[in-house]
């Protein structure tokens, strides 16, 4: 080989070796680059609210924390989303990151477990993470979950002994009283309808459990999953649920310009894995980006970790979404 063409090739090899250096980097820096989504959705039966202009009822929807305890960074983020207006959190599971990272998430969620709460877990709340080949993830293939046990147990004692409610396979019914403490004023006792199954993702569901539908005097009903497996939302809708919450897709997590997805790691088609869409005539369907990533991919492509504020509101207004606030 020559001078000129062993020069050329080692020039080209360095410079796509550090271009590829540049984008894992970016990509890196990305899972530390937190946003909050906002969403409007109609569901409520019109003359709900005294007020339908001034009045809504507010859900902060969080999911896949994937918790390290030493993702100091992220902790204070989650824990700072206590100073935005909500009535109601929902956390769509996959906490755990490690068998360490009970202390970061409780770290994480403490001023959210004084805010009424509703959980469903994911297979990362039970088993840990194992190292795989990030380009795997783009095949879409779905990986077995390793056999290490996480401390969850520990943690939903937690989540339940501050007052959160498990909506794992069984129906969770409650009201939460007016709101007069904050930007706007909520004079409606609102009925909630919750019912929850465990991650589909790998079999752990059993829709049969909470068969029968949901509370029918209540102002909204809300079923919850942690992977959005179309199976479960055709049950889910043909029960009379108006809104399903769910995360594990990351939003696509490795995505093209624009975030347009992938692959979505489920059986949900792409154009659904992240954000606010209709599932059917009566119910929507709303992925959240999560706000974390197995520690074995720590990287993110056009797609933020990101929490949402869904407004719930009468029906006859606008759907509006935000992509950030």
């Known amino acids: 080989m020559s001078n000129t063409l062993l020069r050329t090739v080692l020039s080209t090899t360095a410079a796509i070796t550090v271009a590829g250096l540049s984008t894992l980097a970016l990509a890196y820096r990305e899972t530390h680059k937190f946003e909050v989504k906002q969403v409007t ?15 809504s009822f507010h859900i902060l929807h969080i999911s896949d924390l994937h ?7 992220k902790q ?10 909500f009535d109601l959190v929902i ?20 001023p959210l477990l004084n805010r009424p709460g509703v959980f469903v877990f994911g297979s990362n709340d039970y088993f840990a993470p194992r190292p795989v080949n990030p380009f795997i993830y783009l095949l879409g293939k779905k990986r077995t979950p390793s056999k290490v046990e ?23 019914d409650f009201s939460i009283e007016p709101r007069h403490d904050s930007l706007y004023v909520r004079h409606h006792k609102f009925n909630v309808a919750i019912a929850g199954v465990d991650d589909p993702h790998h079999e752990l569901d059993d829709f ?5 539908g949901p ?46 997805a992938i692959v979505t790691n489920c059986g949900l088609d792409r154009s659904r894995v ?25 990287f993110r492509i056009f797609c933020r970790p990101s929490a949402t504020l869904i407004h719930i509101v009468e029906r006859g207004q606008d759907v509006e979404i935000y992509e950030n606030i």
């Open 41 to 55: 959705v109609p569901l409520l039966e019109p003359g709900t609210f005294e007020d339908p202009e001034e009045e």
């Open 91 to 110: 956390n769509t599971g996959d906490n755990l990151g490690e068998d360490k990272g009970v202390p970061g998430v409780l770290r994480a969620l403490d």
């Open 215 to 260: 509370n029918p005097d209540a102002d909204i009903a809300i079923g919850l999953s942690h992977s959005p497996e179309p199976h479960v939302l055709d049950q889910f809708a043909a029960e009379g649920y108006q809104l399903v919450l769910s995360g594990h897709t990351h939003g696509g997590q490795l995505c093209l310009p624009g975030s347009r």
């Open 208 to 212: 049969r459990r909470i068969a029968g």
């Open 274 to 298: 992240q954000g606010l869409s209709r599932w059917s005539e009566r119910m929507w369907l709303h992925v959240t980006n999560g706000l974390g990533n197995s520690k074995y991919v720590p």
């Open 76 to 85: 204070k983020w989650v824990a700072a989303l206590s100073d935005l207006d």
């Open 150 to 172: 996480l401390p969850w147990r520990g943690m939903r004692a937690a989540f339940v002994e501050r007052g959160w409610h498990d909506a794992t396979h069984q129906h969770v």
């Open 67 to 73: 918790m390290l305890d030493r993702q100091k960074h």
